[in-house]
């Protein structure tokens, strides 16, 4: 169940959502017939709050925000304080937003001279913050991966695990562009080699080989942005030497033909293009031929090409490992006797479809290619995979999500710090100011408006800390790069190195589902921390303290 999201659900989500959100709170006003007092109207609105959102979870909720069951909750209070009806309700949101003059004398006092509370809102804040940051470089990761994943490989793949092959690539891709579904498509031919960089170098390294078509690629994925001579030039990119129409052109990866500086961890693009475009380079890679007997033989191949241009897509692994040359070329060289041959075929989707109903659509057509097409078994063609981007990366996707997890529950372990914090900073503010308790007490104000001072207070102190957390916290992650240099700079140390971390910059994007959850989660922290001196607050009896003023 995928339950509401108030802003994008279903009209069924929205009633589920609200219908048990409420039922418990107007089920307690019709057993006790009044309205209850203030604090224990928030502490029923509290445990509610956390038990819808424990239910509302384990009924399979994706949502990290709840917002919707935040909205539910202020309801909650509204009908637990005040009843039922406009009036009551905004009666009753009134008194919870708006505090009385005499708390709001008393927090500017507390706040005035007792700065110690200023601690308490730094320690809110630097764990908002540190929480937020966490949580933003982890999904800005993840987001980055995934991303990467769709503007290399577009937005469904037809591929096999096993490495294998099938022919006719050309007819299949006429017949997916029929889809409606389907914007292009586009097919690949993979291998594996070494690759000989220069005559004299000796730089031999081992790559992947893909053959592929440019111009067709840049229609399916974003192929010509990573291109650096042909990124901005008009038209699509191609194989097409500069200078050399006499030659075959190829792309390889930056990291294959220059080395990063060792301090800063950065490619010198504008060098390894003016060194390396129009370079010859050799691929060594490999076939089997098939005798009259039906033998098998290994064969080596020599393929010459001449660097047509340098791929830089931020991807450690596919700038260090990958070469790219025209699939006619490959074709004709592993597979000289086969129609079309390709390794998969990536496809890219037209603005607005489903990609689930896409995948069925397009495996139907794979299935009924193969077998009438090709005169393939059930075996074989399951051997072929049609997937999305995202989900041949999903199991990837789901450890990063575990690690991140992991570290933040124990950066929230950590956090839980500040609730014991403001936990002893208020209860001494208590203890001080026993005597303005008592006074207050003794001209008529009730327990429970006493206790909602300090109460209050505590809320206040998380709302502040929340939202200097949440802006130190936007700060630090929009500049995690910047930091990151600065570091390097003056402590000598590189903490992100892109061989390790996949892409070359820190990804900085904000996860706001998680910054809103951080700021409910510390403004609820620090009202816990307050709880306990709010009662003792509310305890306290003028006549024992005023005895002998």
Known sequence: MTYLYIFSGSALDIFVTWV?????????????????????ALVLTGSLWLLNIITFTLLGSQSRTHVALFLVAITTYCILFRGIGPKAFITAVYSL?????????????????????????????????????????????????????????????ISSQRGDHFQKCARLIDQ???????????????????????????????????????????????????????????GQPSFDVPERPDVIGAFAGIGIVAEPNEETDEYDQGKALKDMVGQRVLITTGTVETDSEGDETPKRKLIPFHLADVVFSGVHDLDTGFVYVPIETLQETL???????????????????????AVVQIRGLWRAFTAQELGWSNWRIDN???????????HLVLEFRKQMGILLLIFGAIS????????????????????????IKSCGAASVSVAWIFLGFGVTVGVLGAGIGAVLGYIITKNINVVENGIRVVLGLNLWSSSVYMFDKIPNEMDWGWTITFMLLAVAAAALGALTPAIVAALTKPVEVLRYD
């Open 176 to 234: 997916l562009e029929r889809i409606e579904a389907v914007e292009a498509a586009t097919g690949t031919l993979s291998s594996k080699g070494l690759l000989h960089v220069g005559v004299r170098t000796g730089n031999v390294r081992p790559v992947s080989i893909w053959g592929i078509e440019p111009a067709r690629r840049a229609r399916v994925t974003g192929f010509k942005n990573v291109l650096l001579r042909q990124a901005d030039l008009p």
């Open 97 to 157: 937003l708006i505090p009385s003059s005499v708390a709001c004398f008393l927090w500017l006092k507390y706040l005035r001279r007792r700065r110690i509370v200023f601690l308490s809102i730094a320690a809110v804040a630097l764990s908002v913050s540190l929480l937020i940051v966490v949580a933003s470089l982890f999904s800005g990761f993840i987001n980055a991966f995934e991303r990467s994943a769709v503007d290399m490989l577009g937005d469904v793949v």
């Open 20 to 40: 048990l959100g409420l039922s418990v709170p107007l089920a307690l006003l019709a057993i006790v017939r009044r309205p209850f007092s203030r604090i224990w």
């Open 416 to 439: 839980f710090s500040a609730v014991i914090l403001v936990f002893c900073i208020f209860y001494m503010i208590v203890r001080l100011k026993r005597r303005d308790i008592a006074i």
């Open 335 to 357: 597979y000289p006797q086969e129609d079309a041959p390709a390794s998969s075929v990536n496809i890219k989707l037209k603005a607005g479809v489903d990609p689930e109903a």
């Open 384 to 394: 072929f995979e049609v997937l999305t981007a995202h989900e041949m990366q999903r």
